[in-house]
């Protein structure tokens, strides 16, 4: 394999909660694709709570350019992703979930759709023409349904908030996140909103490939996980509109402590 010279460095942040089974098989498809694209990379994994053997797991396997986080208590997947991001030495941060509903081979779609546009943020969605999507219909259902009432709420251009793959620009980053409030379900949705609202104009769609039925069934759309998200989503609406928080200058927050 050619030696990576590229001007660009990738963080890839790995956000994990309860999957002591799937980890590492998982861990290691990412790295697989990794290693096909044309930068230098990280993979920042972190344990959203050290509730089972996915930690111990990982760091037995011992995987080349894999770094792990973890914590005791459960925060949510978005307090994951941001204390990641603050792990990141990139100048690109990319985010993937890590169940196996999205492949991986599609990191490198997103990093050429930066170049192409000299983007600030590209996001992975699922509404792109280009996009090979196969997942049950109540979830379809249930994917309309959130894209119009952030269609309704927000305005914003970008068809798919929710699809666990994006990548930003760290400098974008460095101005969102100081903002950013949202630990749980609408994280994701936040991160766009606030940049919409800061004037970030080069946000794209790049298409994926998303199977649904590959992923464990942790991953599901229970009525906890809608009502939470329907809750956080109204959340970010009264930040934005009422509270003007996104506008506003940032409070500096600390994360926790980790291994």
Do not use: C
Request: glycine share 6%; charged share 25%.
């Amino acid at each position: 394999m050619e030696s990576k010279k590229n001007n660009h460095f990738l963080s890839l942040i790995i956000p994990v909660y309860k999957q002591e089974r799937t980890i590492v098989k998982n861990i290691k498809s990412i790295t697989t694709a990794l290693n096909q694209i044309r930068y230098p990379y990280e993979v920042i994994v972190v344990i959203d709570g050290i509730v089972d053997k996915s930690l111990s797991n990982i760091k037995r396997a011992k995987i080349l350019h894999v770094k792990t986080h973890a914590y005791v208590k459960n925060q949510g997947k978005s307090y994951a992703i941001r204390l990641g991001m603050t792990r990141a030495k990139g100048d690109y941060v990319m985010f993937l979930d890590s169940g196996s509903e999205i492949d991986p081979n599609g990191i490198s779609m997103l990093l050429e759709h930066m170049e192409w546009y000299k983007a600030d943020i590209i996001v992975g969605s699922k509404r792109h023409p280009a996009s090979y999507v196969k997942y049950p219909l109540m979830r379809k259902f249930l994917s309309y349904g959130y894209y119009f009432l952030v269609k309704f709420l927000f305005n914003i251009k970008i068809r798919d908030t929710q699809a666990g793959i994006k990548v930003f620009r760290k400098k974008t980053l460095e101005v969102i996140m100081p903002r950013l409030v949202e630990r749980q379900f609408a994280g994701d949705l936040e991160i766009l909103v606030a940049a919409d609202s800061l004037g970030f104009s080069r946000i794209y769609e790049a298409p994926i490939k998303l199977d649904y039925h590959l992923g464990p069934v942790t991953s599901a759309a229970t009525l906890e996980s809608i009502k939470g998200i329907l809750v956080d989503t109204l959340a970010i609406f009264y930040r934005k509109n009422i509270l003007q928080h996104y506008h506003k200058k940032p409070v500096k927050r600390k994360h926790g402590k980790t291994k």
